[in-house]
């Protein structure tokens, strides 16, 4: 029963479940990746129209899936989501600012005589799929480079930067995860649109942005990599909870965690197979295959960043203020009242199927964006 669960296993369990949601929040970032799109690949305004309304079916769910990850980090984690966003509020809201603009561009983008005109939301919605993804890889790159705070006695927090963690940036090893994102969110924006749309033209082009967009990927995957088999990390002691230095901590995790060498591999293997499918075998499907990739990535990823005694938000300026999966988390009463209500969700992700089902099941096509149906598209 969930109620005899010990206080470690429900941490482990809720840093797991924020880790899924964080990852389908990767695989969702295809949105992102489709808007950037319509300067590259998009040669008229059809296709645009077509870019546009086959991903906007879907933004809310990527804004949506955002939000719940933060929210489950905030219940589940209170005093990481309290640390983060208390001190680091200005990359933060930079990224809210990303999302406001994105929502706002859907909204109003083909409306008749707006302010702006359509290129100045599309411009907007350039920057939330590479800004905003930017700075999102940056953040999550502090889990593992760490950010400058101090907690006090109270866990308030005194953030040691004037910049209040747009510092983040300044990282080779954030901005490689960064530009990685924004890189393979282009590559699953491509495969989703060549999945989604009916045009032949505009699918030709999708198949080789997916190629050569993964191509770009691959430095700065690289990178990322590189950066985690030598890069030092910070050890939590499973006894005192004192944290220190330890030299090539995150390889020491994968070789005591084999299953997230499975997933990291797995999940590779995913994205690979779901582009060359696309640009070499003519498959419509590779988005399938190299979305399940990268919600296995973003597995092992946040694997690595939490699990195995790790500090997944490190203090540079104060070891012993660095937050771990023990320190930052909940009370075993609301953990436990959260994991009853976390067993709904098996039927929400079960809706969300089946209303992608039915909104994806035809192609889109330049026909459907005429007469009355055209009206409601963006």
Same mark, same amino acid.
């Given at each position: 029963m969930?109620g ?8 482990n ?19 992102q ?40 980090l ?36 083909? &409306?008749?005589?707006?302010? %702006?005109? !359509?290129?100045?939301?599309? *411009?907007? #919605? $350039? @920057?939330? /799929?590479?800004? =905003? ?7 999550v ?97 499973p ?9 090539? &901590?995150?390889?020491?995790? %994968?070789? !005591?965690?084999?299953?997230? *060498?499975? #997933? $990291? @591999?797995? /999940?590779?293997? =995913? ?15 590779g ?21 195995n ?6 203090s ?10 023990r ?52």
């Amino acid at each position: 029963m969930i109620g005899n669960l010990d206080l470690i296993t429900l941490q482990n369990i809720w840093w797991l479940i924020a880790s899924v949601v964080g990852s389908l929040f990767l695989f969702l970032t295809f949105v992102q990746g489709g808007q950037t799109l319509l300067f590259t690949t998009a040669k008229d305004d059809l296709e645009k129209s077509l870019i546009l309304n086959s991903i906007g079916r879907k933004w809310e769910l990527t804004f949506t899936t955002l939000v719940l990850f933060g929210g489950a980090l905030f219940a589940a984690f209170p005093l990481f989501y309290a640390t983060s966003f208390g001190g680091a509020y200005w990359v933060w809201m930079l990224i809210l600012f990303t999302f406001v603009v994105q929502a706002v561009s859907f909204e109003y983008r083909s &409306k008749p005589d707006n302010l %702006l005109g !359509a290129k100045t939301y599309e *411009v907007f #919605l $350039l @920057l939330n /799929g590479s800004l =905003g993804l930017l700075l999102i890889g940056a953040a999550v790159g502090t889990f593992f480079t760490g950010s400058r705070f101090v907690l006090n006695t109270y866990n308030s927090v005194a953030w040691q930067t004037p910049v209040h963690g747009l510092e983040a940036a300044l990282n080779p090893f954030n901005v490689s995860l960064g530009l990685f994102l924004v890189f393979l969110a282009r590559t699953l924006g491509a495969l989703y649109l060549l999945n989604n749309i009916d045009y032949a033209p505009l699918a030709g082009r999708c198949r080789r942005a997916a190629w050569f967009n993964f191509l770009c990927s691959l430095p700065f995957l690289l990178g990322v990599l590189g950066g985690l088999l030598f890069m030092d990390g910070f050890a939590a002691d499973p006894a005192t909870g004192k944290i220190a230095m330890e030299s090539g &901590k995150y390889l020491h995790n %994968l070789l !005591a965690m084999p299953v997230v *060498v499975l #997933l $990291l @591999l797995a /999940g590779l293997v =995913g994205v690979i197979y779901g582009v060359v499918s696309a640009r070499f075998l003519n498959k419509e499907c590779g988005i399938w295959a190299a979305g399940l990739g990268t919600v296995l990535v973003g597995l092992a990823i946040f694997s690595l960043a939490g699990y195995n005694g790790t500090a997944f938000y490190p203090s540079l300026s104060d070891l012993q203020s660095s937050l771990t999966i023990r320190n930052a988390s909940s009370s075993h009463y609301t953990l436990t009242a959260m994991t009853y209500v976390a067993l709904a969700v098996p039927f929400v992700i079960a809706y969300i199927w089946y209303v992608w089902r039915q909104m994806d099941s035809r192609k889109l096509s330049p026909g459907e964006l005429d007469g009355e149906y055209a009206k409601e598209m963006y």
